[in-house]
């Protein structure tokens, strides 16, 4: 199964066990089923509640926050996660802030599914992972879709925190394989974090990649190469949840890594990243065996034609390049 | 102006005694922050009183003290909000412009809860059918784009929405003229949705008009406009109206006073009275405690 059949399993499930469900946004209807399939059968199934909007993030997202505020659940999708920006008031200004900002808790179950990235070609403003925008804002959480982790399971989770949530899903995942993943390599999940290793006993520790489940491809074929070509064993770390992420579990072996490099998709500057690295840094500091080490995007806008886009977009030669020159110079 | 009941003349300056209080106190240095207060619109909310249910929702914004107390006979809360004591309607981190209490909302953002009370709409028309969202805005927050985003979804949708429109002829500093091309009329026709101007500040009048239009938005789901041409008397905030004092528009209470003076004096002193108690009252509780961060 492909990942985008996953998600889109998950959200039949979802609508289909509880009735409070809505899924909201452009172009979901079928038989067009949303720009990526994603909503594929749900309004043919589901017509009350698997609504198609105008062109109006802001509204859609204030219509979200409406129905969760009056007890139902909702779920937004965003054509393009580029366009989530044209929703920023209502995500940042009312979604997040009303968990808290009326003195008691107001539950806020709501999901705003963003597919990001780039690697498709499809220019400057519908290739990027905006997560750096939505790092740290109080009450909000963010989530990033991973070959790894079960959609519904991911989806049923973010409902039940109450809190506003942005899932990030990586559009060229939706047509990768569900669960599957290198054959030097296996993979288990610890809590929220898949782990990645090479399928040999006790191997892994030279390095330390931590990503989020849009660039694990990317990740686990740096990793190949590295293993294949410099007999280097890494291990590779995807949480679900992007923010508030909690990394108390995973410093122990990141202490004991001769590397810890975390990689990412947006582009570089104030990224998710570099909040990673600084907890790391002050959690870690003393074991670290060098400063964590940082790759994403570059900084700047993200080309349309493929051979200019290779060069912006993080690729698995970025993350193999990184890695050696950290540990190699 | 017809006379009005005790009651609704009591919520009335109860109104317009919470505003000045709350200027009196900030002159003195007693409160934080800002406030924006509605002295020469409480009608609005205190006409609209009886039209809405228990089971309608309420959007309120920045000037929105008179449609909480409207809405809730609890000036002793809203006024521990504002100076954030114990007892204040939301731990007093909301403050005067983001309150939260069962059905009423309000928030700081033009424009902002136009969207929000539209999602609210679509889950009352499919589980309380009859109830409806009504939301405050003023002429300024006209500018805004999600207005019209909303006011779409919600014709689209045929979803039961009261747009009250407090056009008090000023936002902020900048008068209708220099911020609003064409009219609040036409942009609710743009969109097939009615509007009723409401002129005057006539209770019982503006009640026996806009009862049917209530009801036919509860019946036949679909929004509606309601713009009320009124007046700030008061500054934006706090001693920040730069308008001469002659073009502060007309008071509604001098006129009743005017012609019901001997009500007026019995239930102005009686609402001054209580507001002094109350602000007294507060003023001595404890700062509140934010339990749930």
């Known amino acids: 199964m492909r990942v985008g059949e996953n998600l889109n399993q998950a959200l039949h499930g979802l609508l289909g066990d509880d009735p409070s469900v809505y899924v909201l946004g452009e172009d979901l209807l079928d038989p067009y089923g949303g720009a990526f399939k994603i909503t594929r059968g749900l309004s043919a199934r589901f017509p009350g509640r698997v609504l198609t909007t105008p062109l109006s993030e802001g509204a859609i997202v204030g219509a979200a926050s409406g129905l969760a505020l009056a007890g139902d659940k909702a779920i937004v999708e965003i054509m393009f996660g580029d366009f989530a920006a044209l929703a920023f008031d209502q995500i940042v200004n009312f979604a997040s802030k009303s968990v808290s900002m009326y003195g008691h808790r107001v539950p806020m179950p709501m999901v705003i599914r963003c597919p990001s990235g780039g690697n498709r070609g499809y220019g400057p403003t519908h290739s990027q992972n905006l997560q750096k925008h939505f790092v740290g804002v109080p009450g909000l959480s963010l989530f990033e879709m991973s070959p790894f982790h079960d959609n519904r399971a991911v989806l049923d989770r973010m409902l039940a925190s109450a809190r506003p949530c942005l899932l990030f899903e990586d559009k060229v995942l939706y047509t990768r394989g569900m669960y599957e993943v290198d054959d030097l390599f296996a993979w288990e999940l610890a809590g929220d974090v898949a782990v990645v290793r090479p399928d040999l006993p006790a191997a892994g520790a030279d390095y330390a990649l931590i990503a989020p489940g849009g660039v694990a491809h990317r990740a686990v074929a740096a990793m190949r190469w590295l293993l294949l070509e410099h007999d280097l064993a890494g291990t590779l770390y995807v949480p679900s949840q992007l923010y508030p992420f909690d990394v108390s579990g995973l410093l122990p072996a990141l202490g004991a890594a001769g590397l810890v490099c975390v990689a990412e998709d947006g582009s570089a500057g104030g990224t998710w990243g570099s909040h990673v690295a600084a907890e790391l840094h002050t959690r870690l500091w003393g074991s670290l065996k060098r400063p964590v080490r940082l790759v994403s995007s570059a900084d700047g806008v993200i080309p349309t034609a493929p051979h200019l886009e290779r060069d912006v977009v993080l690729q698995d030669t970025t993350i193999r390049r990184a890695v050696l020159e950290a540990l190699h110079g | ?293």
Not at chain 2, 1 to 21: C, Q, V
Not at chain 2, 177 to 182: N, R, V
Not at chain 2, 248 to 255: E, F, Q
């Open chain 2, 1 to 293: 102006m017809n006379r009005l009941t005790d009651e609704d003349l009591a919520l009335l300056l109860l109104i317009r005694l919470f505003e000045r209080k709350l200027l009196a106190l900030f002159e003195r240095g007693a409160l934080n922050g800002t406030t924006h207060t509605c002295l020469g619109q409480e009608y609005v909310p205190v006409s609209l009183r009886p039209l809405l249910r228990a089971d309608d929702w309420v959007f309120s914004n920045h000037r929105g003290h008179g449609h909480y107390l409207a809405r809730f006979d609890d000036p002793d809360g809203l006024l521990a909000e504002i100076m954030g004591r114990k007892g204040a309607v939301c731990d007093g981190v909301g403050g005067s412009q983001h309150l939260k209490r069962d059905r009423y909302l309000s928030t700081g953002v033009q424009g902002q809860s136009l969207p929000v009370a539209t999602g609210v709409a679509l889950n009352l028309k499919r589980t309380a059918p009859g109830a409806l969202a009504c939301v405050y805005v003023g002429d300024g927050t006209w500018g805004e784009g999600a207005v019209y985003e909303a006011l779409n979804l919600a014709q689209l949708w045929r979803l039961p929405l009261l747009v009250v429109v407090e056009h008090n002829g000023i936002a902020q500093s900048t008068p209708t003229e220099l911020q609003m091309a064409g009219s609040v009329a036409g942009r609710a026709a743009a969109f097939g949705i009615g509007h009723r101007r409401v002129e005057g500040w006539d209770v019982a009048d503006i009640r026996q008009q806009l009862a049917p239009l209530v009801e036919h938005v509860r019946t036949e789901p679909a929004p509606l406009v309601v713009e009320f041409a009124t007046h700030r008397l008061g500054p934006h905030s706090k001693g920040d109206d730069t308008r001469p004092a002659d073009r502060r528009g007309k008071d509604w209470y001098a006129a009743y006073r005017a012609a019901h003076p001997g009500q007026a004096a019995r239930i102005e002193a009686a609402a001054g009275e209580r507001v002094d108690r109350i602000a007294e009252e507060v003023a001595a509780r404890p700062p509140s405690t934010w339990t749930a961060t």
